[in-house]
């Protein structure tokens, strides 16, 4: 494979609108693509296992590896710190994945795309606040405090949907995956990233 074939994929929204589902089921559908496994200091959830969800670290080691520039990205969200370091991408790429998937916010994906200008970025908004609202109340690792504060911050992170190539509403799982995976395909066949293969046949 080479390097321009490699697909970056950030998948960005707010909190309770169904990204970390649509990655999943990303990755299950394309094996050849590797999650980005973050690192982050807020605590982990019930079902949440360290180094397969997060990096679960405090926030004296998490600092360190900022002061030592690991970080293709960071920010703090919530009160908590998250990060992506570099080591993880081009693990990847070692182990002959096609692309790696970014689970971030918006902060994030503003900072990938200054380093990585070739990155895919994608926006899953919910149908509607209201539901928004209904998502988090079902989580039931929320205190009542954690689901007003990413409530009240979804208005902000929409506000910077521009940021991305796509937009896409998460009103149906099914039709909303159906879309995400057309994204990646059509992104594997862009020019750019396909070029090789007509140069090659040109000079056959």
């Given at each position: ?41 807020r605590r982990p ?22 002061a030592d520039h ?127 293969v007509a140069e ?5």
């Amino acid at each position: 494979m080479l390097p321009d074939e490699f697909l970056l994929l950030i998948l960005s929204s707010p909190s309770g609108a169904g990204k970390t589902t649509l990655a999943r089921k990303l990755l299950e559908t394309f094996p050849d693509l590797r999650f980005s496994v973050s690192h982050t200091t807020r605590r982990p959830r019930a079902n949440e296992v360290d180094g397969r969800d997060y990096h679960f670290v405090d926030r004296p080691a998490f600092e360190r590896l900022v002061a030592d520039h690991g970080f293709v990205e960071w920010a703090e969200v919530h009160g908590n710190l998250y990060g992506t370091c570099l080591h993880e991408i081009e693990n990847a790429k070692a182990a002959g994945c096609t692309g790696m998937i970014f689970d971030i916010d918006y902060q994030g994906a503003r900072q990938i795309r200054a380093k990585l200008p070739d990155v895919t970025g994608v926006f899953i908004l919910p149908p509607s606040m209201a539901e928004l609202e209904r998502r988090l109340r079902g989580r039931a690792s929320e205190t009542e405090d954690v689901v007003k504060r990413r409530f009240e911050a979804a208005r902000l992170e929409i506000e910077h949907y521009a940021l991305f190539d796509y937009v896409l509403v998460n009103d149906d799982f099914e039709s909303a995956f159906a879309t995400l995976r057309g994204i990646v395909l059509a992104e594997r066949a862009r020019r750019t990233r396909k070029a090789y293969v007509a140069e090659s046949l040109l000079r056959s």
